[in-house]
């Protein structure tokens, strides 16, 4: 195993700088409290190569010091990037592939920083972003964890720069960040819980559940993109596209009337832990699981009503809301429909004439209806037809699957428990084991990653190179 270490940078900010440089950077070892405090970005890379040996450093926000490892290692060390097919097909070596003084690194296409990977004289160095595993400030990582040390406050005033004098009030500061995200990593570590994200040890966790059962994971969750549909008739090319569409994300919603005003004495309501509670058989909640059953025409199979189904559903309608309900349905990817908006009608708003029309004319004389095609889950669906009222309705097709309860209970009890019976860190990292294996659940297959370069003006820049093969 690598020796780990927890890292973290002080930039420089000051009035009338023409660029921004590290000037203080902190590194510890897990498990020690041995705080290196370097000045500058070169003194941490040189105290890095100087253990001689494989190295895994964190650091809290990887997309900020991160920005700048990459822009040192581009610009200034002129290592080489360790990818093939850079001008076809771009794919990063593997890391026991890379050659000597090259770095590779992942970042997403929305700009999701989780690793760099530096190779120098057969030394790895891998740099990764804690924040993924620990999705807290370093202020309430501290507070929660009830960590011995604890984030320090402090404004830098005057200049600074790479190689200045660090004063010993700016040492402890800069100790105190690192050591703080040491003392939670040592936890994370301790409990055999060490990959690159939260979700990703919560799912690994809850995969060994289902094998101490002797349960298969791939038996109830299949990869659904590697069925394969007629795009023609189901609009998708795979099942995992196909229920994908239905997705949704959170109800958020102002009523109309009530917008762009200043209300006072509200309230504010939360539900102590939501998402295990709805994945707990306690919830009554069935979900799908295996290979799906799909369908075609305008109708709802009968196997469906046959023991427990789950069914994702494709219609064509138009719609209105009725008297005393909440609209809750969004149609995205379309200029003619506000994507964040609640629709109360499928009809189009025409913002000249102040009011809503069930047809738009293109510039070009094409007419556009406002009848529109949504994909739903069985949940939505039933409230869908509970809440609005439809006309010109058609169930184009859709696709049904068993449905089982208690299928996250085991995983759900043990750490309930250890919450329920624990304080300070540990019940802490329950909570989060509790909360982040939902979002796994629903991973998609978009791998699609930057790839940096130098722009014209010495700047790194980044493009975006398209991959679907990520997978759970």
């Known amino acids: 195993m690598s020796k780990v270490l927890v890292g973290d940078?002080?930039?420089?900010?000051?009035?009338?700088?023409?660029?921004?440089?590290?000037?203080?950077?902190?590194?510890?070892?897990?498990?020690t409290e041995d705080v290196q405090i370097l000045h500058s970005i070169d003194d941490t890379f040189d105290y890095l190569t100087s253990l001689k040996e494989n190295v895994t450093i964190y650091y809290h926000n990887l997309?900020?010091?991160?920005?700048?490892?990459?822009?040192?290692?581009?610009?200034?060390?002129?290592?080489?990037?360790?990818?093939?097919n850079e001008d076809t097909e771009p794919e990063?070596?593997?890391?026991k592939y890379?050659?000597?003084?090259?770095?590779?690194?992942?970042?997403?296409?929305?700009?999701?920083?989780?690793?760099?990977?530096?190779?120098?004289?057969?030394?790895?160095?891998?740099?990764?972003?804690?924040?993924?595993?620990?999705?807290?400030?370093?202020?309430?990582?501290?507070?929660?964890f009830k960590t011995k040390h604890r984030k320090l406050d402090m404004t830098y005033v005057?200049?600074?720069?790479?190689?200045?004098e660090i004063t010993e009030q700016e040492q402890e500061y800069i100790k105190n960040d690192v050591l703080v995200v040491k003392e939670c990593l040592e936890i994370m570590y301790q409990q055999g819980h060490s990959k690159l994200t939260i979700g990703?040890?919560?799912?690994?966790?809850?995969?060994?559940?289902?094998?101490?059962?002797?349960?298969?994971?791939?038996?109830?969750?299949?990869?659904?993109?590697?069925?394969?549909?007629?795009?023609?008739?189901?609009?998708?090319?795979?099942?995992?596209?196909?229920?994908?569409?239905?997705?949704?994300g959170g109800w958020c919603y102002v009523a109309k009337g009530k917008e762009r005003k200043i209300h006072e004495n509200g309230i504010t309501l939360d539900v102590n832990s939501l998402y295990p509670s709805m994945m707990s058989s306690e919830s009554g909640n069935y979900f799908p699981v295996g290979k799906p059953t799909f369908w075609k025409g305008n109708y709802i199979p009968d196997e469906v009503n046959i023991g427990h189904k789950y069914f994702f559903i494709r219609i064509s309608t138009k719609f209105k809301i009725k008297k005393n309900k909440l609209p809750f349905v969004q149609i995205k990817n379309t200029f003619l429909r506000n994507g964040r908006?609640?629709?109360?009608?499928?009809?189009?708003?025409?913002?000249?004439?102040?009011?809503?029309?069930?047809?738009?004319?293109?510039?070009?004389?094409?007419v556009i209806d406002s009848r529109c095609t949504i994909t739903m889950t069985m949940t939505d669906y039933k409230l869908f037809l509970e809440h609005y009222d439809v006309t010109e309705f058609e169930i184009l097709d859709g696709c049904y699957f068993q449905a089982e309860i208690g299928l996250f209970d085991e995983y759900i009890n043990k750490w309930k428990k250890i919450k329920q019976e624990s304080t300070g860190a540990i019940r802490e990292l329950a909570k989060l084991f509790l909360n982040n294996l939902y979002g796994?659940?629903?991973?998609?297959?978009?791998?699609?990653?930057?790839?940096?370069?130098?722009k014209e003006n010495g700047v790194v820049g980044f493009k975006t190179v398209k991959e679907y093969n990520k997978k759970a």
């Open 9 to 31: 940078f002080e930039t420089t900010v000051y009035e009338g700088q023409e660029f921004t440089e590290v000037w203080a950077s902190a590194v510890v070892e897990l498990f």
């Open 63 to 84: 997309s900020f010091d991160g920005s700048f490892w990459l822009d040192y290692l581009l610009t200034k060390k002129r290592f080489t990037q360790a990818v093939m």
């Open 92 to 95: 990063f070596y593997l890391t």
């Open 98 to 144: 890379m050659p000597n003084n090259s770095f590779k690194y992942l970042i997403s296409e929305i700009g999701e920083w989780y690793t760099i990977t530096i190779k120098t004289n057969g030394q790895v160095i891998e740099i990764k972003d804690s924040l993924k595993l620990l999705p807290f400030s370093v202020k309430r990582m501290g507070d929660s």
């Open 158 to 164: 005057g200049k600074r720069y790479a190689g200045c």
């Open 200 to 248: 990703a040890c919560c799912l690994s966790e809850y995969k060994s559940t289902l094998l101490m059962g002797s349960l298969d994971y791939k038996m109830f969750f299949p990869n659904l993109y590697e069925i394969p549909l007629d795009n023609e008739e189901y609009g998708c090319d795979n099942a995992g596209e196909y229920v994908r569409k239905s997705y949704r």
């Open 341 to 366: 908006e609640m629709l109360e009608t499928s009809d189009f708003y025409n913002h000249k004439r102040n009011e809503y029309l069930n047809k738009y004319i293109l510039d070009d004389g094409t």
């Open 440 to 454: 796994k659940m629903a991973t998609y297959i978009d791998s699609s990653f930057k790839l940096a370069y130098i």
